[in-house]
């Protein structure tokens, strides 16, 4: 199945005109094809989901789209130069992090986007699953090859939640909320996870693979009990159901912004707005780090993005690990 | 080519003993072979360079063993138990690294040892190349996957030239030093130089590959001009040849130890060795950085392998860099 990218161009450009319709001999000659293709082309879209109106005398008129993870969607009227210029969209994959990692491997270019409508093993930090079921989230993973040293790639998660927020903001008027280190919370319930995973040397990182899970249209009983009291949904929060294609489209555009100026500039060009946006800062917290386990106080978010807790035995700086309020 | 490893285990008991020879007839029924795979496994073993006396009415006696990376020479007497117990020689490989980047991401196991007796593209740091000729050095990847946050990563590089500089001097008497991050020096010409490569999320290392080039049996005629200034071998400067396989088998055995330990107890158990090894402890360098460029007096090596460095802008922690003394 292939989407005939020609007879949905020249639809969309109908939709923005007051006219309307166009008529299959337009389609045809506008074309060149055979006015047998425009039917298979139309029916084909149909089938992809494409609402398509065929009035007669008037022609035919793009009602709406589906909102899927269709190439040509994606990038019609993308507003990015690097990020998801390069795309590979699947129905199911087990996990968009471990074909991206594979893709960057064999040489895949900085801004190369996976997408999957589901994934049968997402994957969640520390070998956890991340639920991802058919057409209800975003699932994605981007390849990126910024030349830092491998201590600052905690930055770029820090700056991936920031674009996050930004593009929910933007998308449903939702506030939601940075809990350090990588999760997205509405309330107290996550509603969105990062997972970078890196290739790099000591001095230099090869590639980081950003994966992202977002929770968009699952409705309460799309969630297994096991995550109902801790995981919301974009749908559930904001009582919409939330176009993902639009979501996702703003993401790209605000994450490369954030990034081109991450690479210039380093994390210190977003500190504030990351600090203003975190839930943890004043916090008292306990802390799992590897096998270390501490508690203090949550001071600070410094240039690398590691935690500044204060502890009975002073500062201690924390580049990862897993966090909860006291 | 196989060797006959059953021969070969009778040939080496029968050195130690003092009578010496072994007669064909006795290989014969002592393995259960036919005499005439006897006169083939003895032909093999020739070829690879075993050196066999035949003696007559004395049998065969084992008089020295080839300096080549045969797995059974390497396992042979092995005193460690996780280090090369897996392992794969080649003859050429472009670079040992790289092949056991791909084992490890095929799930090969903790302590896998890929050996090369040459490497077309073997690479150093920052992706230059290491020179790495045929039989002269010893070109290795290990393979680990110690449960610790890439942040502690930079002090298993540390670890791993520790381990080489004990096994250096037990081998050759040479008292080799440290160049941090990642270089063994004798005088100031690089003798061996370590790159980590890993796989990780920010909380946890998947993997470690810890490639190595040991500069051991080059004459100065074997260096290409660009190199003869500033890299040397073991022969050089010992004026011996050296075993590359003992001190190989000596190296998996050192850095076995220091290794078992650091998982344990992190890099202090080892910071005063290494720091007495260093060259650059109180002198003043330039670093390169990334992008940045820094002066300083290095005052330290801290519990993450970083080191610190005294600026004119006060202290700075670094991770990893490019230093040349001043």
Known sequence: MMISEGILTLLKRGKKSASGGLSADLLSSSLNYPLSS??????????????????????????????AFIPFEINYNLKT???????????????TNDLAFRLAEEKAVEGTLILAEKQTAGKGRMGRKWFSPLHKGIWLSLILRPNIPPVKAPGLSLCTSLALLQSIKEKTGLEARLKWPNDCLIGNKKVAGILLELSA??????????????????????????????????????????????????????????????????????????????TLLGKKVKLQYGKEKLKGMVKDIDENGSLILETRKGKRTVTAGEVTLI
């Open 38 to 67: 425009i039917y298979d082309g139309i029916e084909e879209l149909r089938k992809f989901g494409y609402e398509i109106e065929t009035q007669r005398g008037k022609g035919y008129r793009l009602i709406s789209v589906p909102d």
């Open 81 to 95: 130069r690097i990020l998801g210029k390069i795309l590979y969209s699947y129905q199911t994959l087990k996990s």
């Open 201 to 278: 040397e000591l001095d230099k990182v090869d590639f980081v693979i950003i994966g992202v899970g977002i929770n968009v249209n699952q409705s309460q009983n799309d969630f297994p009990v096991s995550l109902k009291r801790t995981a919301t949904s974009l749908l559930i929060e904001s009582e919409k159901k939330i176009s993902r294609v639009e979501l996702l489209k703003s993401f790209l555009k605000n994450l490369e912004n954030i990034y081109v100026n991450f690479k210039s500039f380093g994390l210190k060009y977003y500190r504030e707005d990351i600090k203003k946006y975190s």
